[in-house]
């Protein structure tokens, strides 16, 4: 037989299936110019001297790779849906009397020509969009940015080995699946599956008892780090409870829904729920994925674009000042030298400091309980951040007028409650004289919940520091702070010999920060996130709207020869379109509705994750997740809407 035979037959093929094999083409594109793209980037980032680029390199380099796992597990995904519809096509090629073998390569010779075509369509369109999204990433982290055409071989390769691998997986995949089958079997394969599930009460259960406990650990977080170590178990249970319920929970809704005389018994309803019924099974694999995919976009987009719109404001509860100094407090000078010594190296580069603060303050981790607070030593568990200054200090910087007694002291609390009458200090009881708000001067580094104690005067911190000696294997230090805003315009070198300056006189000189140099990095750290967040959401988007695309085709050839035999007994064109939306309604916004419910129970835990990254703006997050919610919804009904018609077209064909 003539070798081109097979070549000519896998293309026709091709053609014949271009509603099918069109969008997996476009998608594997897609697919391969993200992780190309995002490689590309990578490589310029870390060879193009890119300020920052170090840290931005290494988060493109993961990402990357993530990326194209991910990538590859779609690929497999929509593969799947593909396979589906080709079993009845090879069953009738093997009827005919092609072997096996001849199916086989076929199918290599359609695996190879889809491969090289997305592999190839990929990278093309990689390197006419990577230098413009190198631009994008710099113009998002705040650098200046110039035009310069490159093509990154060594990632080309890089991509080439990845989805060549990735296809050939595919088809070993398919080859086998197919030999594994006999003709007859291949042939009735989209007839696999028309009898009415049975409602697994296991399942079911099991995936009632996951989602509540994914849920409750979730609404159990009190701490940043306890987000973190909650978050993926959570993540998990919540995943395999969204399986189980749609696996097991549709059914049991849809038999609800049948018992239900006076919802049933109507034409739209009927069919519906009927023709839902019998493919549940499938349907449920599905709809779950979608709900996944959709929790995932809701969640990356909203939290990526809070924390790069509330940069600023993470930066002004990390400095309050435009200049944070600080030493360990070892003799009464320590502080006044500190103070001197920064306005020395100010006055050398012609600037001043204006509303400045200087305060000796006892900073640490703790736990609560009860009004006892312990020194921990790390931030880990349930654990708070504690501030200690006197009362002179605040009396001074606050213009207040504040007394205390010596068993006294006055308490401000963030994002915590302390509902005793005294607090007490590693042991050290103090009656609760006044509660204060929080004030703007501290420089809450952590992001933590915390308490301000403010005690009569400094011997009172000292005895503290005493106290605190070798708890927890830990060493706390007493701290004085200077922290100022500058006027006039400073030159760059203020900056840069800043501590070099101040430790010539300030020997124990512990921290110099200023905002306009933390501003830099963090427009990289979090506009890097960002980046990369836009390329998991494309990816997410992709998955999502191919399943959809593949669930509706798919539905369509299963309905058609049932909407036939409605047509003929009289049910009209009106009536089948107004059953379609019906299913649409009732089913396939499903997902989106359970992933809404996902989002507002994981609300709470995520912005305590925010809090690790020092994001506390919770209103902010608050109005980017609905926002975000808005708009996936209007581009869910959008597919939907689309792909009904796709739906409708199959079953009127």
């Keep these: 037989m003539n070798r081109n035979f097979y070549s000519r037959i896998a293309l026709l093929n091709i053609r014949n299936n271009k509603n099918i094999y069109l969008p997996y083409l476009l998608a594997g594109s897609l697919i391969v110019m993200l992780f190309y793209s995002l490689r590309s980037v990578c490589a310029m980032v870390v060879s193009g001297n890119v300020a920052g680029g170090a840290t931005m390199g290494a988060m493109l380099q993961m990402s990357s790779w993530i990326c194209g796992l991910l990538s590859l597990a779609i690929l497999f995904y ?3 849906f593909i396979m589906k519809r080709r079993k009845k096509e090879f069953g009738l090629y093997s009827i005919l009397g092609m072997e096996k073998r001849h199916i086989c390569l076929v199918m290599i010779w359609e695996v190879l020509f889809a491969g ?55 088809l070993f995949y398919d080859v086998i699946s197919v030999c594994r089958t006999d003709p007859i079997a291949l042939l009735r394969s989209d007839k696999v599956g028309e009898r009415e599930p049975k409602t697994k009460w296991a399942i079911a259960l099991l995936g009632f ?83 996944i995919l959709s929790t995932c976009v809701l969640v990356t987009l909203s939290s990526t674009v809070s924390l790069f719109m509330g940069e600023e404001d993470i930066l002004r509860v990390q400095y309050p000042r435009q200049i944070m100094t600080s030493c360990i407090i070892e003799t009464a000078q320590s502080g006044p030298e500190l103070v001197q010594a920064a306005r020395r190296h100010a006055e050398r580069y012609g600037v001043s400091p204006q509303n400045d603060v200087g305060y000796a303050n006892l900073n640490y981790p703790a736990g609560y309980k009860d009004g006892s607070i312990t020194a921990s030593n790390v931030f880990t568990g349930s654990v708070y951040e504690v501030d200690v200054i006197t009362l002179e200090d605040y009396n001074r910087i606050m213009g207040t007028r504040l007394s205390l007694e010596q068993d006294e002291a006055a308490i401000a609390v963030f994002q915590m409650e302390v509902n005793t009458d005294k607090i007490w200090l590693e042991g050290t009881a103090y009656q609760i004289r006044e509660r204060l708000e929080m004030p703007d001067f501290l420089g809450r580094m952590s992001g933590y919940p915390g308490v301000l104690a403010i005690l009569p005067d400094l011997s009172h911190l000292e005895s503290l520091v005493q106290r605190m000696e070798g708890v927890d294997g830990g060493r706390y230090n007493l701290l004085y702070y200077y922290n100022y805003d500058l006027s006039g315009e400073v030159p760059a070198a203020f900056y840069t010999t800043l501590r070099e300056d101040l430790l010539k006189t300030v020997p124990r000189l512990l921290r110099t920060g200023s905002m306009d140099t933390a501003r830099e990095d963090f427009y990289q750290i979090y506009g890097s996130l960002l980046f990369v967040g836009i390329f998991f959401i494309a990816l997410f988007l992709i998955a999502t709207v191919l399943i959809i695309y593949y669930k509706q085709i798919t539905e369509g050839f299963d309905d058609h020869d049932r909407f036939r035999i409605m047509r003929n007994i009289g049910l009209s064109d009106r009536e089948i379109r107004s059953t379609i939306n019906k299913q649409v309604l009732m089913v396939f916004f499903l997902p989106l509705g359970m992933a809404v419910v996902h989002i507002a129970v994981a609300f709470p835990v995520l912005c305590k994750l925010l809090l690790a990254f020092n994001m506390a703006n919770q209103t902010l997050f608050l109005g980017c997740t609905v926002c975000v919610i808005l708009l996936f919804a209007l581009s869910y009904y959008a597919v939907y809407h689309k792909t009904s018609k796709t739906y409708y077209r199959i079953v009127q064909a």
Aim: charged residues 10%.
């Design 78 to 80: 929509i593969n799947s």
């Design 116 to 170: 090289a075509a997305s592999i190839l369509c990929g990278i093309l369109l990689g390197a006419l969009s990577g230098q413009l999204l190198f631009l994008l990433l710099l113009k998002i982290v705040g650098l200046p940015a110039a035009l310069q055409f490159q093509i990154p071989f060594g990632e080309v390769a890089a991509t080439v080995i990845l989805f060549g691998f990735g296809f050939f997986l595919l």
């Design 209 to 291: 008892l996951t989602l509540g406990a994914g849920y409750l650990l979730a609404l159990t977080v009190q701490s940043p780090s306890d987000a973190l170590t909650v978050f993926f178990p959570a993540v998990l249970l919540v995943i395999l409870g969204t399986y189980c319920l749609f696996v097991a929970g549709s059914v049991l809704f849809l038999k609800l829904l049948r018992k239900k005389k006076s919802f049933y018994y109507k034409p739209k309803n009927f069919i519906s729920v009927s023709g839902m019924m019998y493919r549940m099974k499938q349907n449920a694999v599905g709809l779950a994925n979608i709900c």
